[in-house]
């Protein structure tokens, strides 16, 4: 099968809507998004407000928004998200147009936003499509070569069947998972955010999930910090205590 040769999730605008002098008009924008959060107020109409007011750019509000949650979901996450370590006690169940999409975006060198929550979030929309790109089998390699080291004993991946290509996916990953020596499941259901929702061990950087979900690890970000040190990242992870999720 031939891969695309591709920079998913790529914007040439990025280096000018996320310079150095960029950021800092975002993370003071950042400031009174949580404010108001924390106050009650909703999102869409916060982020349209204060982006209206410091001139954001879509991209700069969909990482703004991407990046900020409220103290209380703060907390809740940091409370439910466990160690690395407990990777090895039981089976972990994987986001896994989620996880995967993060790693090529990385691999791309395109834009990764490190959030409040310490979770690292792609901005490649792709809303419902999906292919097989260049990065793909390194993304998977780096996945399980990080299983390995954690001593994973299972895992189950949920793919969104509508979403394109998804069968391919399972195909793909089913591929390098004949290399990983665990159990190995890639399961296509009509919508993998119902069937995660509830439950623990989860992987994903999706901020409903994490509200939802009973325990979650973050193991996107350790996979970028360990094997792709040229990432992208715009740090938006800044608390008034210095604290954040990290990744355990």
Same mark, same amino acid.
């Given at each position: ?7 998913r999730?790529f914007?040439p ?6 310079s150095?002098q960029a +950021? ?5 924008? !950042? ?9 009650g107020?909703?999102m ?5 407000f204060?982006?209206? *007011?410091?001139?954001?750019?879509s991209r700069?509000?969909?990482a #703004?928004?991407?990046a900020?949650?409220s103290?209380l !979901?703060?907390?809740k996450r %940091?409370s439910?998200m466990?160690s690395?370590?407990? $990777? %090895?006690d039981s089976?972990?169940y994987?986001? /896994?147009f ?8 990385a691999?791309? /060198?395109? +834009? #990764? ?5 310490g979770?690292l979030?792609?901005?490649a929309?792709l809303?419902?499509t999906?292919s097989?790109?260049? *990065?793909t089998n ?5 996945? /399980? ?6 001593a994973?004993?299972?895992v189950k991946f949920f793919l ?7 069968a %391919?996916l ?6 390098h998972? $004949?290399?990983?020596?665990i ?5 296509l259901v009509?919508n $993998?955010?119902?069937?995660?929702a ?7 950087g999706d901020?409903? #999930?994490l509200?939802?979900c009973s325990s ?5 970000r350790k996979?970028v910090?360990d ?5 992208w ?5 800044? *608390?008034?205590?210095g604290?954040?999720c990290n990744y355990?």
């Amino acid at each position: 099968m031939t891969s695309k040769t591709t920079r998913r999730g790529f914007d040439p605008k990025d280096c000018k809507w996320f310079s150095e002098q960029a +950021i800092e008009k975002i993370k003071l924008a !950042q400031q009174e998004v949580q404010w108001l959060l924390d106050k009650g107020y909703k999102m869409g109409a916060i982020i349209d407000f204060v982006g209206g *007011h410091y001139q954001l750019s879509s991209r700069q509000r969909m990482a #703004l928004q991407r990046a900020t949650a409220s103290k209380l !979901q703060y907390s809740k996450r %940091k409370s439910t998200m466990l160690s690395l370590e407990s $990777a %090895k006690d039981s089976c972990i169940y994987i986001d /896994g147009f989620n996880l995967i999409i993060t790693l090529e975006v990385a691999l791309s /060198g395109s +834009i #990764l936003i490190l959030g409040n929550d310490g979770v690292l979030r792609d901005l490649a929309g792709l809303r419902g499509t999906y292919s097989i790109i260049n *990065h793909t089998n390194t993304a998977l390699y780096f996945i /399980g070569k990080s299983f390995a080291q954690l001593a994973v004993p299972e895992v189950k991946f949920f793919l969104d069947a509508p979403v394109s290509n998804s069968a %391919k996916l399972r195909s793909r990953i089913l591929e390098h998972a $004949a290399e990983w020596a665990i159990p190995v499941e890639v399961e296509l259901v009509p919508n $993998a955010d119902i069937v995660l929702a509830k439950r623990a061990r989860i992987v994903t950087g999706d901020s409903i #999930l994490l509200d939802e979900c009973s325990s979650w690890l973050n193991i996107s970000r350790k996979i970028v910090d360990d094997y792709i040190k040229d990432a992208w990242l715009v740090n938006l992870m800044v *608390h008034e205590d210095g604290s954040g999720c990290n990744y355990g």
